[in-house]
Structures are given as C-alpha cells and as structure tokens.
C-alpha cells in the first residue's frame, strides 16, 4: 500500500482536515494536563533541512520525542543529498529505515519527487510554493479563538508566496473567502488562484481589502532564498503593512496572526504584532500540536 503524504494540504479531504484540527486540540489538552500518551514509539522521524528553522525544528522533535519515538536533524550541508546523491536514491534509503520523513527545502518539485520514491509518509515542512503545516498550526488557533472559521473574511496582506498559496488551500477545504492584498507583480499562483476564484479575490489595496476582516495575516516580504531582493522588496511593499491603522479596518474581534519570523516595522508594526489581538505566540505553539495530530494520522494510517 503506498503511504500517505502531506506535500500540500490538499492531499487532505475537508473532513480529515477538520477531524485533524480537533485533534490537535485534544493533543494540547493531553499534553498541559502532563498525561503520558506515546502512541509513536520507537517511531523515527528524518528531518532533512535544506534552509533554516527553529519553529518547525523544535516543533517537529519535541512531538516525536512526547509521543515516545525520535526525530534525526538531518542538514543538507552534511548528507549526501548536499554533495549531489539523487533525491530518487537518498528517498529510498532514508525511507528504509525510518517511519516517516519531512522536508523543509527550496524547490517543491524536490518534495514530490521524494515522496514518489519513498515507501513512508513525507511531509513538506516548506518550500518555495507551500507551507502547510504552518496552516494547520494557523487554523487550529483560529478555531481556538474564535470558532468556525468557515464563512469568515481572511485577509492576506503582503507577498504571494508559499504561505499565502496554502492560504488558499486552507479557503478551500475549510470554506472561507480569501482576499489577497499584495503589490503588482507579487501575486499568488496564478493557476491556484484561478482554480479557487470562487473564494479567492486579489486586490492592490490592503486598507481595501481589510474592510471588514475577521483574521488579518501577514508575512516577510523577503522569503528565504529572496535575501538579495530584501532592498527591492522593501520599495515595492511600501503601503502593505499591517499597522493599527490597517488593523482598525478590520471586524472589532479580527485576530492578527504571522508565521514567524517578524520583522517589525516592516511587514508588520511592533504595535500590532504585540498587541492582545495577535495570537502569533499560541499560532506558534500549535505547531507543536498540530504537527502531532498530522504524525499520529500519517504514520498511523
Ligand atoms: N514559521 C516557521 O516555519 O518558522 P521556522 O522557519 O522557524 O521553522
Ligand atoms: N515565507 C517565509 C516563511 C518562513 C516560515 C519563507 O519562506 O521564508
């Protein structure tokens, strides 16, 4: 049987989505009362890091290690894979001997290509297109916050980028309309956009499209990878930071979330991101919970 993988999130049906969502919840229930719940052990988890991390390094290790399994920091610059092994050939070797495998690195196309040659669960922990499990972590907070995100306003202010395509898988799965703020040129994918137009509109005016938001999220206008545009960048984002101002737009209860890292006083006011209506702290530590609902349903399925 071919395992299962999450490359984005829509290799979830809504349903699973959703049943996964409450579950991250009870996780976090299961892991403040302090109740020893190891349904991984002995499991292993291959952490294979083209680019950077603390949320999803930490995040990813410390769930393996609660649910009694363990987790390898694999860095590309100390593997194979980074003196040129295959992606084909270091897929079926690593997945031999492990339970699953994720991968934070630059091309997605790297992701799909693993996943295709490994007989384990692969999870994508970001590439340049996509970043779902920041997702789950984002919409378990919301739904913690607030409820049912399903009919609510989401705005993403700033640039199209991996976040703000699984922004707009999240609209589809969990039904909620997406309206995109960001600078001519710096548009999400085109195709998704187009396949979800239903739910997805794309504006060049944030303080437009934060009328009435119930959740304004936003992220830095330079990805990793992007570092030598930062300058460029900084120009031609000039009027697409979330600052209170932009926040007063929104619905009185609209939450502000952000991935992490922040940059404040570039794509988001140090006012705003530390704020009571930013829930970025709880947004973090949900990656915690919602990775392990995501490694409970993918190795155990
Ligand atoms: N949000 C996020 O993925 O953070 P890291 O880059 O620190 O893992
Ligand atoms: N868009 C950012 C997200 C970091 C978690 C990046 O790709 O660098």
């Given at each position: 049987?071919?395992?299962?993988h999450?490359?984005?999130?829509?290799d979830?049906?809504?349903?699973?989505?959703?049943?996964l969502?409450?579950r991250a919840?009870?996780?976090k229930?299961?892991?403040?009362?302090?109740?020893?719940?190891?349904?991984?052990?002995?499991?292993v988890l291959?952490?294979i890091?083209?680019k950077s991390?603390?949320?999803t390094?930490?995040?990813f290790?410390?769930?393996?290690a609660?649910f009694?399994?363990?987790?390898?920091?694999?860095?590309?610059?100390?593997?194979?894979?980074?003196?040129?092994e295959?992606?084909?050939?270091?897929?079926r070797?690593i997945s031999?001997?492990?339970?699953?495998?994720?991968i934070?690195?630059?091309?997605h196309?790297?992701?799909?290509t693993f996943?295709k040659y490994s007989s384990v669960p692969v999870i994508?922990a970001?590439?340049?297109?996509?970043?779902?499990?920041q997702?789950?972590?984002?919409?378990?907070?919301?739904?913690?916050?607030?409820?049912?995100?399903?009919?609510k306003k989401?705005?993403?202010?700033g640039d199209?980028?991996n976040?703000?395509?699984s922004?707009i898988n999240?609209?589809?799965?969990?039904?909620f309309q997406?309206?995109?703020?960001c600078?001519k040129g710096y548009?999400?994918s085109?195709?998704?956009?187009a396949e979800h137009?239903?739910?997805v509109?794309?504006?060049?005016d944030?303080?437009?499209a934060?009328?009435?938001a119930?959740l304004?999220?936003t992220?830095v206008?330079?990805?990793?990878?992007q570092e030598?545009e930062q300058?460029?960048r900084?120009q031609d984002?000039?009027?697409?930071q979330?600052n209170?101002?932009?926040?007063?737009?929104?619905?009185p209860?609209?939450?502000?979330?952000?991935c992490?890292?922040?940059?404040?006083g570039e794509?988001?006011s140090?006012?705003v991101l530390?704020?009571?209506?930013?829930v970025?702290w709880d947004e973090?530590?949900n990656?915690l919970h919602a990775?392990?609902a995501l490694?409970?349903f993918?190795?155990?399925?």
């Amino acid at each position: 049987m071919s395992p299962r993988h999450f490359l984005t999130l829509k290799d979830l049906s809504s349903n699973e989505l959703k049943q996964l969502l409450l579950r991250a919840s009870e996780l976090k229930k299961i892991h403040r009362e302090g109740t020893l719940f190891q349904p991984l052990k002995n499991r292993v988890l291959a952490m294979i890091f083209e680019k950077s991390s603390t949320r999803t390094r930490v995040s990813f290790e410390a769930g393996m290690a609660q649910f009694g399994g363990h987790a390898l920091f694999l860095s590309s610059r100390d593997t194979q894979l980074g003196r040129g092994e295959p992606v084909e050939d270091s897929a079926r070797v690593i997945s031999s001997m492990v339970d699953a495998v994720m991968i934070r690195t630059f091309d997605h196309k790297t992701v799909e290509t693993f996943a295709k040659y490994s007989s384990v669960p692969v999870i994508n922990a970001l590439t340049d297109d996509y970043h779902p499990c920041q997702l789950l972590a984002d919409m378990q907070t919301y739904q913690e916050h607030r409820g049912s995100i399903e009919g609510k306003k989401v705005v993403w202010v700033g640039d199209g980028n991996n976040m703000c395509n699984s922004y707009i898988n999240a609209a589809a799965l969990l039904d909620f309309q997406l309206v995109i703020a960001c600078p001519k040129g710096y548009e999400p994918s085109p195709e998704l956009a187009a396949e979800h137009q239903d739910r997805v509109t794309i504006l060049h005016d944030a303080h437009q499209a934060a009328t009435g938001a119930d959740l304004i999220v936003t992220d830095v206008f330079a990805s990793m990878g992007q570092e030598d545009e930062q300058e460029q960048r900084l120009q031609d984002f000039d009027g697409f930071q979330v600052n209170a101002d932009l926040m007063s737009k929104a619905n009185p209860d609209a939450l502000f979330m952000h991935c992490l890292p922040a940059h404040r006083g570039e794509e988001v006011s140090a006012e705003v991101l530390d704020h009571p209506d930013s829930v970025v702290w709880d947004e973090a530590e949900n990656r915690l919970h919602a990775q392990k609902a995501l490694l409970e349903f993918l190795i155990r399925h």
